[in-house]
């Protein structure tokens, strides 16, 4: 089957950090782009972050820039968003996507052809 899981999501102060996992089945993800994804009640998705598939060139949303890191694990399928000073701005349900991806389209959600289910994170005092 092909699925993405993403992992790690919970509710952290202001300052604190998570780490968001996102684990792919049902194909080989060394041959597919991964981009993060969030989405606040009433807004639209919007993008992120993006790593390549071999996970060389990155992406982020300049609202995040500096304290949310990419990194990817070919060998056993999983990604990996490290965020760190979260802002409550932050909050909202972060999904991750697979699909084959021009780096300038990575924040457009219609590019991905995969999508996990979403995992909350709030950012609250």
């Known amino acids: 089957q092909l699925k993405l899981v993403e992992s790690g999501g919970g509710l952290v102060q202001p300052g604190e950090s998570l780490r968001l996992s996102c684990a792919v089945t049902?194909?080989?993800?060394?041959?597919?782009?991964i981009g993060w994804f969030r989405q606040a009640p009433g807004k639209e998705r919007e993008g992120v972050s993006w790593i390549n598939s071999g996970g060389e060139y990155m992406e982020y949303a300049d609202s995040v820039k500096g304290r949310f890191t990419l990194s990817r694990d070919n060998t056993v399928n999983t990604v990996a968003l490290q965020m760190n000073s979260l802002k409550p701005e932050d909050t909202g349900v972060y999904f991750c996507?697979?699909?084959?991806?021009?780096?300038?389209?990575?924040?457009?959600?219609?590019?991905?052809?995969?999508w996990g289910q979403g995992i909350q994170v709030t950012v609250s005092s």
């Open positions: 049902g194909f080989t993800l060394g041959y597919h782009d």
């Open positions: 996507a697979a699909g084959i991806v021009r780096r300038s389209w990575w924040s457009e959600p219609g590019r991905y052809s995969y």
